[in-house]
């Protein structure tokens, strides 16, 4: 299968300042993996011991919230009932 390049823009777009670090939502990297958020998510939670600690963390109730009320309209951030978890650098 050839490896297919994403432009720098669409990855800088989807980069955001929480918690001092520069994160992407899981929801986003999946959409760059092309696989869906549920299967990323289930992917690193059975297999801690391949990522460090600080790979990823799961946003609080409120960095959520400032994280939507970033963005104009709500209806991309769907009806999920679990807070997203984040992926760093």
């Not at 994160?23 to 059975?46: N, S």
């Not at 609080?60 to 992926?87: A, D, H, I």
Request: without cysteine; positive net charge; aromatic residues 12%.
């Amino acid at each position: 299968m050839p490896k297919t390049v994403i432009p720098a823009e669409r990855i800088q777009r989807i980069i955001y300042l929480v918690r001092g670090q520069k994160v992407i939502l899981d929801r986003d990297l999946a959409g760059l993996y092309g696989v869906p958020t549920k299967a990323l998510k289930q992917a690193v939670r059975r297999n801690p011991k391949r990522f460090p600690k600080d790979f990823m963390f799961v946003l609080k109730q409120q960095e959520f919230k400032n994280l939507r009320s970033q963005f104009v309209t709500s209806s991309s951030w769907g009806g999920s009932r679990y807070l997203p978890m984040v992926f760093t650098e």
